[in-house]
């Protein structure tokens, strides 16, 4: 039976990611729609579009260099359980091997809310795959926040939340 959490640590990666990769026999290219919301510049939409489309390759190379680069050394993510996971944690689940992402679209980026220096970034992700031999899968709506550093934008907050399938009379 299929189950849509197999555990927390499978939904750290479903943060804005979540956002992120696939993995599989052959790996996919990641999917991610960009779309405009007042009040957000294009300019920061293709800037953050491109590091969540960089996010989802260094998750389907096992790229812990290009993820380094993106999260800030304090990033945090809180996933669909609640729990709050470190990066360290997150570094540590791109790395393993005992993951596999079956699908992964990620779609309706957008911007809610954007100052000189920071970013909220949303989107919805539709996952499933396999997590130690356990299946699962889901739809979700992430928030990032990203700050504006030196060098460029860096992730410093994520979360995830489950979008409850539709039932059906």
Not at 37 to 64: C, F, M, N, P, Y
Not at 67 to 88: C, F, H, M
Request: charged share 20%; hydrophobic share 40%; glycine share 6%.
């Amino acid at each position: 039976m299929k189950s849509r959490f197999p555990s927390g640590w499978i939904l750290l990666l479903l943060l804005p990611l979540l956002w992120m990769g696939c993995q599989t026999a052959e790996p996919t290219t990641p999917s991610t729609t960009p779309s405009a919301v007042s009040g957000s510049d294009t300019k920061t939409l293709r800037e953050i579009t491109v590091l969540l489309e960089q996010w989802h390759r260094a998750i389907i190379d096992r790229d812990s260099a290009t993820l380094d680069r993106i999260w800030a050394d304090e990033y945090r993510s809180v996933n669909p359980t609640g729990q709050i996971v470190p990066k360290s944690d997150d570094m540590r689940l791109v790395e393993a091997r005992d993951l596999v992402f079956q699908r992964l679209v990620v779609q309706n980026v957008q911007i809610p809310h954007q100052t000189r220096s920071t970013v909220v970034a949303t989107s919805v992700t539709t996952a499933s795959g396999v997590f130690q031999g356990q299946s699962f899968g889901g739809q979700f709506r992430n928030t990032v926040v990203f700050e504006k550093r030196i060098g460029g934008w860096k992730a410093v907050w994520g979360q995830s939340t489950e979008i409850p399938p539709v039932a059906t009379p």
